[in-house]
Structures are given as structure tokens and as C-alpha cells.
T-cell receptor, first 110, second 119 residues
Framework: DAKTTQPPSMDCAEGRAANLPCNHSTISGNEYVYWYRQIHSQGPQYIIHGLKNNETNEMASLIITEDRKSSTLILPHATLRDTAVYYCMLGSSNTGKLIFGQGTTLQVKP | GAVVSQHPSRVICKSGTSVKIECRSLDFQATTMFWYRQFPKQSLMLMATSNEGSKATYEQGVEKDKFLINHASLTLSTLTVTSAHPEDSSFYIC????WGAGGAYNEQFFGPGTRLTVL
């Protein structure tokens, strides 16, 4: 079973920031938080990952709470092409497995 | 990011036949590859972990004799669906991971998927 919970769907206006929350209250010390997205009928695309510090790359920012029990993915200026299912997952540095939950369907609207 | 390819992208076969799907890491060596299955409107389900040069590890409920996985080189893993039936029709996706020097923890890169339809 997935170890994360996400809202099933969210809307965002084009050009605005999209903030996608994720709860992972049972996260263990060696688990990273990973975010991927899947556009219809394609393979998932890596977005960002982090352990305990906030992370930023060219696609997004990841904010992890101090207790590591939740995180937020921020797309700073959402475009229509960001419409996708966004998956938050915990990845073990030991096994490397990623277990997908149901994700959040983000709809960016004009 | 690194590129993972899958072949074929689509396959239609008759019930009872076997189908082989290839997963290749194009610009890095993948010591570990993963195979997933996705039914319409559902999330990805991990089927198995494939390590180069050793037997695959299957998730609970996945029949290892039906879904044969071979990871013979650092850039190629294959999934063979044996004696396919209509209920095996699905989107099959692989991912590859490069552990990096010293076992550094890196992200998985996913292939574009293979759409299997069994008639």
C-alpha cells in the first residue's frame, strides 16, 4: 500500500502557483520524498526529490516540514502543459522501490 | 535527464501467445530496473524489481511464471508475458535506476510505456 496521501484533484489558474500537498506521517529516517507526474498515456516524469531540506530545481520547489510528515510541491507559474497526475512517493535508499498511490490530478485552467 | 526507451510502444496479440517487451537505458548503466503495470484510470502497480545478473524479485500477487523478467545486461531488461489473455491487456511501464558511484541515491527514469492488447 502507498504510504502517502494526496487530494484526488486540484484546479489551478494558468500563471498562478500550484501548491500540491502530500501527507506521509509514517516516513522513516532513510526514506526520501519523491514527486513524479504522468501526462495521459505517457511514462511518469521525474520532478524533484528531497530528504529533509527544501529543494528547488528548474521545474519546481519541494517544501518538507521539519517533522518530515508532510510536504508540498510548488509549481511556481503553472501552464496548461502542467495538467497531469502528480504522484508523491517515498523512496527507500535501500531498495530503490517507488510505490505509487492514487496521486493528485491537477487541472490548469486558462 | 537520462533516457529510457521501450519497444514496442504498442502490441496487439492473440490470446495464448507470448509477448516480449524490451526496456533499455540509453545513456547510463542501470543496475536496477523496475516493471510496472497500469490499468485504465488507475495508478501504476509495481510488478517486479530486476537486478542485472540476478533473478527478479516479484511483488506479492504477481505470477513469476507468467511475467518472465530477464536483465542480462546493464542497459537491457525484458518482460515476457507468457500465454497472454485478455485480462493481461494493460499499459506496461519500466523504469531504470543508476545507483551511481559509491551507491549514490538517484531518481528513477521511466520509459514511455508499452500498450498491450490481447484479443
Amino acid at each position: 500500500d502507498a504510504k502517502t496521501t494526496q487530494p484526488p484533484s486540484m484546479d489551478c489558474a494558468e500563471g498562478r502557483a500550484a501548491n500540491l500537498p502530500c501527507n506521509h506521517s509514517t516516513i522513516s529516517g532513510n526514506e526520501y520524498v519523491y514527486w513524479y507526474r504522468q501526462i495521459h498515456s505517457q511514462g511518469p516524469q521525474y520532478i524533484i526529490h528531497g530528504l529533509k531540506n527544501n529543494e528547488t530545481n528548474e521545474m519546481a520547489s519541494l517544501i518538507i516540514t521539519e517533522d518530515r510528515k508532510s510536504s508540498t510541491l510548488i509549481l511556481p507559474h503553472a501552464t496548461l502543459r502542467d495538467t497531469a497526475v502528480y504522484y508523491c512517493m517515498l523512496g527507500s535508499s535501500n531498495t530503490g522501490k517507488l510505490i505509487f498511490g492514487q496521486g493528485t490530478t491537477l487541472q490548469v485552467k486558462p | 535527464g537520462a533516457v529510457v526507451s521501450q519497444h514496442p510502444s504498442r502490441v496487439i496479440c492473440k490470446s495464448g501467445t507470448s509477448v516480449k517487451i524490451e526496456c533499455r537505458s540509453l545513456d547510463f548503466q542501470a543496475t536496477t530496473m523496475f516493471w510496472y503495470r497500469q490499468f485504465p484510470k488507475q495508478s501504476l502497480m509495481l510488478m517486479a524489481t530486476s537486478n542485472e545478473g540476478s533473478k527478479a524479485t516479484y511483488e506479492q500477487g504477481v505470477e513469476k511464471d507468467k511475467f518472465l523478467i530477464n536483465h542480462a545486461s546493464l542497459t537491457l531488461s525484458t518482460l515476457t508475458v507468457t500465454s497472454a489473455h485478455p485480462e493481461d491487456s494493460s499499459f506496461y511501464i519500466c523504469s531504470a535506476r543508476d545507483w551511481g558511484a559509491g551507491g549514490a541515491y538517484n531518481e528513477q527514469f521511466f520509459g514511455p510505456g508499452t500498450r498491450l492488447t490481447v484479443l
